[in-house]
């Protein structure tokens, strides 16, 4: 999906690349051997960058102490390139993105790491007011609850990218503002790592949202989003969107039914009601009782009327400040319910167009990896390495090679 952003991500839980987000595979972590291509490599032309850069940043307040600082060792990351050049624009439909983000796996470690942490999110509600779960839910989406932060000097993506030139001003006042961050004192050039587009942290913000909505939570004079204790980077994310107009005290939505003579040219983002307008068409909860009352609310049909359905109030759009995405609203709102103790989606997306439920794609995944192939997980959403492990069991047996799932794909590989 396409998506204008104010952060950038890893996104190793949502496996989406929007903006400058990367997938699982593009995440360099810790015990990831080195790419290559992430290590500087000699660029005369990066050079004469940097030095005219030096100039411009001296101009702005930028001290010689920290330029020297932040370049020694830095340097052209051609690997950067590549990835900036050839993000792969998909769209996920919202039943595979729900399942990448909110995986019963997933919810697992979600939980755990959630009550590791429960009471410094508990403070972190009081002070900012957005709720524990959905700071979690977003820990969990940006980084895999800070197990997928990166470990790109940020220094080196950015300069890098702004040489490049295809998107030199932005990346400019991001390595600008990452040299501002090193002038305060936060954090070192070794320690200030992330995605190879700049995002750091926990909650991986870019430098320039860093500047702005960092804090430090923990009152040590730093707002350090880098360190293995989350607090700082959790405290941020919060911060971000209490200032961004979240309602202390109110849902960002819940899961509804519709009645079946349903109208779903009513549904959409922008075409709010009053909550007792949508009660008198049918709509209510899928978990029974009544609906909330947080003010007008619209409602959500992502797979159309025979899948689920969402109500959603403000602060769902306020979730969407962190990523202008309809699904990452939605992974966001659900993962946090489930990672509060709610349980999956009631409603059940249709077949797919090949005819395949989740629970048919998930099939075939267990049986390939049976038969030894390697299909990254069984999840039911098949990626590239289902469409391989598909296309290595076709040419196995004869058979025309396709890489595609179907019924009849699922009937072959037999119970």
Same mark, same amino acid.
């Given at each position: 999906? !396409?998506?204008?952003?104010?952060?950038?991500?890893?996104?190793?839980?949502?496996?989406?690349?929007?903006?400058? =987000?990367?997938?699982?595979?593009?995440?360099?972590?810790?015990?990831?051997?080195?790419? @290559?291509?992430?290590?500087?490599? @000699?660029?005369?032309?990066?050079?004469?960058?940097?030095?005219?850069?030096?100039?411009?940043?001296?101009a702005a307040g930028i001290s010689r102490?920290?330029?020297?600082?932040?370049?020694?060792?830095?340097?052209?990351?051609?690997?950067?390139?590549?990835?900036?050049?050839?993000?792969?624009? #998909?769209?996920?439909? !919202?039943?595979?993105?729900l399942a990448i983000v909110a995986s019963?796996? &997933?919810?697992?470690?979600?939980?755990?790491? #959630?009550?590791? =942490?429960?009471? *410094?999110?508990?403070?972190?509600?009081?002070? #900012?007011?957005?709720?524990?779960?959905?700071?979690?839910?977003?820990?969990?989406?940006?980084?895999?609850?800070?197990?997928?932060?990166?470990?790109? @000097?940020?220094? +080196?993506?950015? %300069?890098?990218?702004?040489?490049?030139?295809?998107?030199?001003? #932005?990346?400019?006042?991001?390595?600008?503002?990452?040299?501002?961050?090193?002038?305060?004192?936060?954090?070192?050039?070794?320690?200030? !790592?992330?995605?190879?587009?700049?995002?750091?942290?926990?909650?991986?913000?870019?430098?320039?949202?860093?500047?702005?909505?960092?804090?430090?939570?923990?009152?040590?004079? &730093?707002?350090?989003?880098?360190?293995?204790?989350?607090?700082?980077? *959790?405290?941020?994310?919060?911060?971000?969107?209490?200032? %961004?107009?979240?309602?202390?005290?109110? &849902?960002?939505?819940?899961?509804?039914?519709?009645?079946?003579?349903?109208?779903?040219a009513l549904a959409g983002r922008g075409?709010?009601?009053?909550?007792?307008?949508?009660?008198?068409?049918?709509?209510?909860?899928?978990?029974?009782?009544?609906?909330?009352?947080?003010?007008?609310?619209?409602?959500?049909?992502?797979?159309?009327?025979?899948?689920?359905?969402?109500?959603?109030?403000?602060?769902?759009?306020?979730?969407?400040?962190?990523?202008?995405?309809?699904?990452?609203?939605?992974?966001?709102?659900?993962? +946090?319910?489930?990672?509060?103790?709610?349980?999956?989606?009631?409603?059940?997306?249709?077949?797919?167009?090949?005819?395949?439920?989740?629970?048919?794609? &998930?099939?075939?995944? =267990?049986? *390939?990896?049976?038969?030894?192939?390697?299909?990254?997980?069984?999840?039911?959403?098949?990626?590239?390495?289902?469409?391989?492990?598909?296309?290595?069991?076709?040419?196995?047996?004869?058979?025309?090679?396709?890489? =595609? @799932?179907?019924?009849?794909?699922?009937?072959?590989?037999?119970?």
């Amino acid at each position: 999906m !396409t998506v204008t952003r104010r952060f950038f991500t890893i996104g190793a839980a949502a496996g989406l690349v929007a903006g400058c =987000r990367a997938g699982p595979g593009q995440v360099i972590a810790s015990t990831t051997p080195v790419d @290559p291509g992430l290590q500087p490599q @000699p660029n005369a032309g990066y050079d004469a960058w940097v030095a005219s850069f030096r100039g411009r940043a001296e101009a702005a307040g930028i001290s010689r102490a920290t330029l020297d600082a932040a370049f020694r060792g830095a340097g052209f990351l051609p690997g950067v390139v590549e990835r900036d050049r050839n993000q792969t624009e #998909f769209t996920r439909t !919202t039943e595979d993105y729900l399942a990448i983000v909110a995986s019963e796996d &997933k919810v697992a470690r979600g939980r755990a790491a #959630f009550a590791q =942490r429960r009471a *410094l999110l508990g403070e972190i509600e009081t002070r #900012f007011g957005v709720p524990a779960q959905i700071v979690a839910a977003i820990w969990g989406v940006e980084s895999q609850y800070g197990t997928r932060r990166g470990n790109i @000097p940020v220094i +080196s993506a950015t %300069s890098t990218l702004a040489y490049d030139g295809r998107r030199g001003s #932005f990346f400019e006042s991001q390595l600008m503002a990452a040299l501002r961050i090193l002038e305060r004192g936060d954090t070192t050039p070794a320690r200030m !790592t992330g995605s190879w587009a700049g995002a750091m942290g926990h909650t991986q913000f870019i430098p320039t949202t860093y500047q702005s909505f960092a804090v430090d939570f923990q009152g040590d004079g &730093k707002r350090d989003i880098w360190s293995e204790d989350p607090t700082d980077g *959790l405290a941020s994310a919060a911060a971000y969107l209490a200032k %961004s107009g979240w309602r202390r005290g109110r &849902k960002w939505g819940l899961e509804v039914v519709v009645s079946q003579g349903f109208n779903p040219a009513l549904a959409g983002r922008g075409k709010g009601r009053a909550v007792s307008e949508w009660a008198a068409m049918g709509v209510r909860p899928a978990a029974g009782g009544s609906l909330p009352d947080h003010g007008a609310a619209s409602v959500l049909l992502p797979a159309g009327p025979g899948g689920p359905a969402f109500m959603i109030f403000s602060n769902f759009n306020v979730l969407l400040r962190y990523n202008n995405s309809e699904n990452y609203g939605l992974g966001v709102g659900y993962l +946090s319910d489930r990672l509060a103790g709610g349980g999956p989606l009631r409603g059940r997306f249709p077949p797919d167009d090949d005819g395949l439920t989740i629970d048919d794609r &998930k099939e075939i995944q =267990r049986r *390939l990896t049976a038969r030894g192939y390697d299909t990254g997980g069984v999840d039911g959403v098949l990626g590239k390495k289902s469409e391989a492990a598909i296309r290595e069991w076709q040419a196995a047996q004869g058979v025309a090679v396709t890489g =595609r @799932p179907s019924r009849g794909l699922l009937a072959q590989l037999g119970g």
